[in-house]
């Protein structure tokens, strides 16, 4: 069997083409890794290539090793691969510093900062500059450098046209001194440095250009701005460039990714040879026409036309649930029903979602029926550092003897309260055998005269007992609230007393995806608001810490996969179900005002789509909780671009008023405050806000006689109104 021989036409034509620059489009499923691979080994072993003469680039170790195997694989010498350069672009680029770090001023003993130590070096650069961290947010800072030096902005050229940028511009500064002085390279500085020496000294350009015979680069359209000026850079000199990428698979704009750099390419090598992958070796045509309709949709894209071999399949389900509980019990049942008929078994289903939060329905539905499951790409919902730490100061509400929970949050957010002050409260309150909480009434003067005589003079100096009476006062006061507010209340009391609130959100994508995990523990909190208020918070707890309890499944083979569409890329499953297609959820609220996040959030649906070997389920819900309410869902508009003939079960209609398969939404009579029970609005249209602007609506329901509406601002999130009171106008 020859090399070629297990390829289709635009596969050996991609891997053949070895003369001049080469633009690979390869759809979802269309073998990119086995063109990849196979090129590598026919330049060697057929065109006698020397190996250390190519360079092949991959995003992450896990995929250059895959490529290192199977490309070995191919060659009849086990040490065919030998000097050929293969990994990361951090790993080239570190690779490629180190060799020329003399010629251009570099210690060569240099240590990169991982992203922990690259805030500690933030904060001091804040320290230095006597800028104040609770206003100038280190995350926020770290985040503007980054994105400066993806785009190759040094401290000199940082743009400032507002106050922010020029904080942000005079900590970039003290923050690269302080590398300097540590010998040091942030993960960014190894992309700018490689792309600045290669610019900037000509001897060096030369020396790679002249070596690097052939260069391949995988996943193209998720490559930066310096990532892609280093691969221009290096193929300036004999041209062999093949970038294998996908517009339509372009999914992490937020963290600097540019799918534009395709037409960059095409722009800057306009003699490229384009070949289009379309043949799909994974999914079912159904599968494939549905993923292709909803991808037309996009502007910024080269058309496709994905196709397959293996058939129709089955069509594709479309559900919608009461609310995300039922989306959950829904998907468990569809999948014990194809276990039981033998279509499917567990370990082939996948169930995807825009956010984490949205996990913790799926996963409760998984835990209260005893099935296992495997999360990916996520810590399990309740192991969540921030869902342990708000259920850690509900804990102490509920027992302050807690000393687990004492130890967990007493500092955090941080208050002055360091680890020797702990240990001391900690030895002190173990000479009396007595808890951490008791400790604190002692130094409150809270405790009971015998116990005071006992205990002696306390071991703190006046800075320390000021710190640690803050902490025991704020604890007293959710004690008391414990008992009389609802678990919902109560958390929102601790969350803005504690500072915590304001500490999680720095205006990152992280923190919002936290922060959204908080917002579903409320969720979760406001389920036991019709309890008893001295039964509420205990029954809350007790709930959630046997989820807890139960909550870590050994890995199965044949469980199914809990995953974000994020983490879905480059997989593939047998069943997959997306859930929370909604207008809001997916696409993103944060799209609804951004034509180009619109693009982003369709090419997400369509890699999740895409992942789908036999059977898909895409499903809404009539209702979903949001900030501890239940409000209906507007179905997403990407499910209203897929053709019925691909499709069964209920499909969105465009009616101005919703209809559902649980019934028309419930009106209630007209008040004075509504003069008719008609609705004004409907989702997706525009409207202006006096004070917000305009935005776009989300949701619109009777509610109490009135219109309630969702609308989606720009700069301002999501914001619901009464229509009597919002003075809205459409636009």
Known sequence: MTLLSTLNPPQRQAVTTTTGPVLVLAGPGSGKTRVLTHRAAYLIQEL???????????????????????????????????????????????????????????????????????????????????????????RAIHAAISNAKNELLTPETFPITTHHEEIAARVYARYQHLLALSSALDFDDLLMRAVFMLRDHEPIRRQYQQRLQYIMVDEF????????ELVRLLAEGQRNVFVVGDEDQSIYGWRGADFRNVERFRQDFPDAKVILLEQNYRSTQIILDAANALISRNFHRTPKKLFTDRGAGVKIVLHQAFDEQDEGNFILDEIVRLQQEGAAQPGDCAIMYRTNAQSRAVEEAFIRRGVPYRLVGATRFYNRREIKDALAYMRLAHNPHDDVSLRRVINVPPRSIGAASVDRLSSWAATLDASLYTGLRLLGGDAEPELAARAGVHPFSGRARTALMHFYTLLQGWIAAGSVLTPAQLLDRILDESGYRDWLQDGSEEAQERWDNVLELRTVSAGYDDLPRDQALAAFLEEVALV???????????????????????????????????????????????????????????????????????????????????????????????????????????????????????????SRHSPSNRLQFSPGQRVRHPTFGEGTVITSTLMGGDEEVSVAFRSQGVKRFLASLANLKPV
């Open 221 to 228: 359209q998720d490559t930066n701005s310096a990532q892609y």
């Open 48 to 138: 006698g290539v020397e190996p250390w003469r190519l360079m092949a680039v991959t995003f992450t170790n896990k995929a250059a090793g895959v490529m290192s195997e199977r490309t070995a694989a191919l060659l009849d010498s086990p040490q065919g691969l030998r000097g050929m350069i293969l990994g990361t672009f951090h790993s080239i680029c570190a690779r490629f510093l180190r060799m020329q770090a003399v010629a251009i001023g570099l210690n060569p003993r240099y240590v990169i900062f991982d992203s922990d130590d690259q805030l500690q070096v933030v904060k001091q650069a804040l320290r230095d500059l006597n800028l104040d961290e609770k206003r100038y947010n280190p």
């Open 548 to 670: 807890s309890d139960v909550d870590d499944y050994e890995a199965s083979s044949n469980a199914p996969t809990l995953l974000t569409l994020h983490a879905a890329k480059g997989l593939e499953f047998g069943v997959v179900f997306i859930t929370g297609l909604e207008e809001g959820l997916l696409p993103h609220s944060r799209s609804l005002e951004d034509p180009d996040g619109m693009e982003e959030e369709r090419r997400l649906a369509y890699v999740g789509v895409t992942r789908a070997a036999n059977r898909l389920y895409l499903l809404h819900t009539f209702r979903r909780s949001a900030w501890g309410r239940s409000e209906p869902s507007a179905p997403s508009r990407f499910l209203r671009d897929l053709p019925a003939s691909v499709t069964s079960g209920h499909r969105p209609g465009s009616a101005h008023r919703r209809m559902t398969t649980w019934g028309r939404e419930p009106q209630a009579p007209a």
